[in-house]
């Protein structure tokens, strides 16, 4: 699934005032350390590597989603593969609005 415009502006956002990070050892950290409300995976990782986030964020109770590939780059780090967003306020917006395109691509009504 790709993120939205409006999805990717948030994460943006986000990165801009400190409430994201990427990369293997900020994510990382940031679940363990309970500051992670959206976990986002980029559709290119390996499948390896999506498991053991997958793992990581149940155990954590942090939601997981795989956003697409590139999602990163509105970060400023192309090259990374996985998010952490740090803020509740943001992270719901950013599922609110995965939602909302899913919804609209038909997958699920959103009664689900």
């Known amino acids: 699934m790709e993120m939205s415009k409006r999805a990717l502006s948030l994460l943006g956002l ?45 155990k954590h109770s942090v939601p997981c989603i795989t956003a697409g590939e590139g999602f990163c780059a509105y970060m400023g780090h192309p090259e990374r593969k996985a998010a952490a967003v740090c803020d509740a306020g943001f992270s719901a917006e950013i599922l609110k609005e995965i939602n909302n395109t899913l919804i609209n691509a038909g997958v699920f009504s959103g009664n689900e």
């Open 14 to 58: 986000a990165c801009g005032a400190g409430k994201a990070v990427s990369g293997f050892t900020a994510v990382n950290k940031a679940v363990e350390a309970g500051r992670a409300h959206l976990l986002l995976l980029d559709g290119d990782m390996t499948q390896d590597s999506r498991d053991k986030y997958f793992s990581l964020a149940k």
